[in-house]
């Protein structure tokens, strides 16, 4: 099958309830544990790179290999992703690579690091989904800053800094008409989440409530939403790792959110968490060992066992041949005669 967009298969994951994990991949490894676990639980996906994935592997390899991917699995969608994007070059150079979808972070300034201000977003973002739509490309925008820092990528604090505030939500969608929003509702990158088991005082999840009765056809995207669970933590600490204790994003909070809009997650520690864990097992048991395939086959392993769980717990499962691809000039077409328009006013016709 060839790359499909991310809308398309958002769009179907609305119509099923589901919602569908975004993972991260910066080497062959993990784009084979994410197909094997689509392959082996039927699941759509979606796969995704930041910017320093598309450096650390050069973009070129880490093409070719979601290319490669895609023909060895052709019963499987599958939507390429920016993660997020800091300006429209980089948007603008993924597009152009063959991504299929994009993430313009306009929250935070092009270094990264800095928020930027309400203007300042729309107007970056309204640009880049001028050039993405045009070519069928998906576009998933930020508004709100997410906590915490994920490969050199954030504002650092408290997930609880700059929550999203419903009515800023929906100006945004209406003005850039993005097709889905990353909303900030509490969480944070990285292995290091929260202090505690999170609740309600700490999720936003009336937050999130609100602003889908408001965006319905806008889908929302969970980031910074790995689950860090303590077997995949103990694992790490017991060969000689040493992670402090941490919690992350209960699954039950994840699929309440998808009951309420939530399409995408994105999830990446977790697969950190296991890779590495399986890794440091072998080498501590066997140190005699020094063939990389010895560890790399389970690291593998370990990680497709958590997409897996990931994809059963999202609802994706089951879903990978429920639809036919729509061609990326059918989806440029769709969003040209403004039958894939998202904007609220729309919306609510
Ligand atoms: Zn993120």
Not at 3 to 8: A, D, G, K, P
Not at 13 to 21: L, R, T
Not at 53 to 61: C, I, V
Not at 197 to 214: E, N, Q, T, W, Y
Request: proline share 4%; with cysteine.
């Amino acid at each position: 099958m060839p790359l499909v967009s991310m809308r398309q298969l958002l769009d179907e994951a609305a119509k099923g309830g589901y919602g569908v994990g975004a993972f991260n991949v910066n080497d062959m490894e993990q784009i084979q544990a994410i197909m094997m676990a689509a392959k082996e639980t039927k699941s759509p996906v979606i796969v995704q790179a930041s910017r320093g994935a598309r450096q650390f592997a050069e973009d070129l390899y880490l093409f070719r290999l979601i290319e490669a991917a895609a023909e060895l699995n052709p019963e499987i969608p599958i939507a390429m992703h920016q993660d997020h994007g800091n300006s429209f070059e980089t948007c603008k150079s993924a597009i152009e690579l063959g991504f299929t979808s994009v993430m313009m972070d306009g929250s935070l300034k092009s270094d990264g690091k800095t928020p930027s201000t309400f203007e300042e977003n729309v107007e970056v973002t309204r640009k880049v989904v001028d050039f993405a739509h045009e070519r069928g490309v998906t576009v998933e925008g930020e508004i709100g800053v997410l906590g915490g820092v994920e490969d050199g990528h954030g504002a650092g604090g408290s997930g609880l800094d700059h929550i999203t505030d419903p009515d800023q939500a929906v100006e945004f969608a209406e003005r850039t008409g993005v097709d889905a929003l990353a909303i900030a509702i509490g969480t944070s990158h990285g292995a290091y989440k929260f202090t505690k088991k999170p609740d309600g005082s700490v999720l936003k999840m009336d937050i999130l409530i609100a602003i889908h009765k408001r965006l319905p056809k806008t889908h929302l995207v969970m980031h910074g939403s790995s689950s860090v669970p303590k077997d995949l933590q103990d694992i790490v600490n017991k060969y000689g790792g040493k992670l402090k204790e941490t919690w992350g994003v209960p699954v039950e909070e994840i699929q309440l959110g998808i009951r309420n809009g939530v399409r995408k997650i994105n999830v990446d520690t977790d697969n950190r968490l296991a890779i590495t864990g399986a890794i440091r097992k072998v080498l501590w048991e066997t140190p005699e060992k020094f063939d990389p395939r010895d560890y790399l086959k389970p690291a593998r392993e370990a990680m497709k066992a958590v997409v897996a769980l990931r994809m059963t717990q999202f609802g994706q499962a089951g879903h990978a041949g429920d639809y036919k691809p729509v061609s990326i000039e059918e989806i440029a077409k769709g969003y040209k005669d403004g039958s894939l328009s998202t904007r609220p006013l729309v919306a609510s016709k």
